[in-house]
Every structure is written in C-alpha cells, then in structure tokens.
C-alpha cells in the first residue's frame, strides 16, 4: 500500500515558509492548515497566502479547512490549484454537495471528522470522497498527544474502503511522530500529516524518511491484519 508523509507547515517558521517548504520537497503533499478562529479557536491564514505557498512549494498542497461553512470557502482553494482540499464533518449539513463541487474544480476531496465525531454516517458513502481525515488530535494546535483511542474509526474506515474497492487515502493527523505513526498504520492509515516531529527535526528530510519507514514496517493490505 502507498504510503504519503505529508508535513504540516503549521510546526514551520511562517516568516520563513519558502526555505521550510525547500526543507521538505521529499514529502508526499505539503499539509496546510486553515483555521477561522471560530470553527477552531485559532486563526491562521486563507487563500492569498495558501496560493503563494502554492507557487513556491516543491510538493502538492493538501489543504485542510479548519472553518465554519466550507460551502462557501472550500471551491476557492481547489480554484487556486490545491491538489486536496479537506473540510470538517461538523462544519456543514452538505458534505456530499461540498465535495462533488470540490471533484468539478478537479481537487481530490476530503472530509475530516473530530475526535468526537462518529465515522458510521460516512461509511456507506465513502465513494463520494478521495480522503477521510480522522483527527487524532482536537483540531486547532500542533504538539499535541496523540490520541490511540480514535483508532477504531480507522479500523471501521478501512474495513469499508477495503470492501468497496475504494482507493479513498486515509489520513491521520495529530501527534504523529516515529512513537505513534505504526499505531496509526495498522490501524488502516495511509497517509500521515506531521507538523512538529518534522519542523523540530534537526533534519526534516531525514525525519521524513524515517516516518515513513516506520509507518511501512505496520501497513497492509485494507481490512482487519490478518
Ligand atoms: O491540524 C492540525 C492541528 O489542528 C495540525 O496539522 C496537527 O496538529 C499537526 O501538528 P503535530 O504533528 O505537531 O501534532
């Protein structure tokens, strides 16, 4: 199974974010976090700078919307040349219309669920996304710990996609470090986000490498480890 480290430049330098960006080009997809200030209690920046990142970075954007109504916002970040824009669950009553309209511009859509949030609405309708993000992590800081205890979700989410034949990526993010990301990758995980365990990183290329053997080492093929 295909395995993707996608850093989280929320850990990076922002004054800095163009030679952080060059510290990564071995990264799958560079993770970009979006956040409102009222979906989550943080605020970071939204689309002139995710475009500006666009144009300098050496790698793909996967672009997570930590924001109140994606309906409005979302279409604007694959227009801007996002390779997967993620939205939250619990942040809009129309997931499937959020992410045709995603899949129109020509992004890969993704939908994230809260630590909190229940994954067996999604199941049956894996099929209109490309990615589901489980939060291992509340949404809204990096440098948290890891939370093992949303790992059924996974295990339910690649029961299903292994069932469908879905080539739907299953993300993780939150406290993803060399400790937790086999944790994750057994569970049915494919495709990790990790801020500060890159960022902190003497070297952040070496660090990647690093995560992603470890994360090989416990995949397999979908559905329950035989
Ligand atoms: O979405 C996020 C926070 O809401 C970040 O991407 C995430 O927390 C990554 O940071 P770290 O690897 O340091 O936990």
Redesign the pocket.
């Known amino acids: 199974m295909s395995i993707r480290i996608n850093p989280?430049i929320?850990?990076a330098d922002f004054v800095n974010i163009e030679s952080a960006l060059s510290s990564i080009s071995s990264a799958d997809l560079v993770?970009v976090?979006v956040?409102d200030n009222h979906f989550?209690p943080?605020l970071t920046f939204g689309p002139q700078m995710v475009e500006r990142i666009q144009q300098v970075s050496p790698v793909p954007l996967d672009v997570?919307l930590?924001i109140d109504d994606p309906e409005r916002w979302a279409p604007g970040y694959a227009e801007l040349g996002a390779y997967s824009v993620t939205f939250h669950a619990e942040a809009t009553d129309s997931p499937v219309a959020v992410a045709r309209r995603l899949r129109d511009i020509g992004a890969r859509a993704g939908i994230a669920v809260k630590p909190g949030t229940a994954i067996e609405p999604y199941l049956d309708i894996l099929d209109e996304f490309d990615l589901v993000l489980v939060?291992?992590?509340?949404?809204?800081?990096?440098?948290?710990k890891?939370m093992p205890e949303t790992m059924p979700k996974l295990r339910m989410l690649s029961e299903a996609a292994g069932r469908v034949g879905s080539d739907i990526w299953l993300q993780v993010?939150?406290?993803?470090?060399e400790d937790t990301i086999g944790i994750a990758a057994e569970a049915g995980a494919d495709t990790f986000?990790?801020?500060?365990?890159?960022f902190a990183a003497d070297n952040p290329g070496l660090q990647i490498d690093l995560l992603r053997r470890a994360a090989s080492a416990h995949s397999h093929a979908r559905g329950p480890k035989r």
């Not at 939060?135 to 948290?144: D, L, S």
């Not at 993010?173 to 470090?177: N, P």
């Open positions: 989280s929320l850990a993770h976090d956040m989550v943080n997570h930590m939060m291992t992590v509340e949404p809204g800081f990096g440098g948290q890891f993010d939150g406290g993803i470090s986000v990790a801020g500060s365990s890159v």
